[in-house]
């Protein structure tokens, strides 16, 4: 069973397109994350959510909008999309603050 | 803010050559820290952890020591092997996130 599961893996849109992420986990986790991962591999956090209720939200255009239904689901919404928001977009989960978290495969994210 | 610094890649070595990746991190706390690998075309898997100053982490041949006087958490492997060949993260735990260093590219040839 895969622990942090996001889909879809690869996503093409055009600019101007509105899009979602999905992400799940089965860790019984109760924070998750979203990080965008540029060309150059640095990773940044975008999000992080405990027990359904927002508590990071690192100056991330308002395009991007993360929605979390219940403790295990995570998932993010683009607005508008431009080509700067071509990235690979990883979501996470970890049990608490300060503990490791664990990643999802990520999701390659093309606008053309 | 609380940040991370790595070494610059890629490192290149030889199969069985000793591997060190360099990390040192700024901290006004007392952070976790963290090592993580990527793979190609994969998310990243944690790789190795340690909580606090002089603890030890190790995993698959891999080990990192935190060092509280030298604020560092350096990578190290006696013998590589060319299916280590990968994208390796320093990171520190900064209340409720994660901070990543740039990563260091590892290549191994046989």
């Known amino acids: 069973d895969t622990a942090v599961s996001q889909t879809p893996k690869y996503l093409v849109t055009q600019m101007g397109n509105d899009k979602s992420i999905k992400c799940e986990q089965n860790?019984?986790?109760?924070?998750m994350y979203w990080y965008k991962q540029d060309s150059k591999k640095f990773l940044k956090i975008m999000f992080s959510?405990?027990?359904?209720?927002?508590?990071i939200n690192e100056t991330v255009p308002n395009r991007f909008s993360p929605k979390s239904p219940d403790k295990a689901h995570l998932n993010l919404h683009i607005n508008s999309l431009e080509l700067g928001d071509s990235a690979v977009y990883f979501c996470?989960?970890?049990?608490?603050?300060?503990?490791?978290?664990?990643f999802g495969q990520g999701t390659r994210l093309t606008v053309v | 803010g609380d940040s991370v610094t790595q070494m610059e890649g890629p490192v290149t070595l030889s199969e069985e050559a000793f591997l060190t990746i360099n990390c040192t991190y700024t901290?006004?706390?007392?952070?976790?820290l963290f090592w993580y690998v990527q793979y190609p075309g994969e998310g990243l898997q944690l790789l190795l952890k340690?909580?606090?100053?002089?603890d030890k982490g190790s995993n698959k041949g891999f080990e990192a020591t935190y060092r509280k006087e030298t604020t560092s958490f350096h990578l190290e492997k006696g013998s590589v092997q060319v299916s280590d060949s990968a994208v390796y993260f320093c990171?520190?735990?900064?209340?409720?996130?994660?901070?990543f260093g740039t990563g260091t590219r590892l290549q191994v040839f046989p």
């Open positions: 860790l019984g986790h109760d924070t």
């Open positions: 990171a520190l735990s900064e209340g409720d996130k994660l901070i």
């Open positions: 340690a909580t606090k100053a002089d």
């Open positions: 996470a989960s970890s049990l608490g603050r300060a503990t490791e978290a664990f």
């Open positions: 901290a006004t706390g007392y952070p976790s």
């Open positions: 959510y405990n027990n359904k209720e927002l508590i």
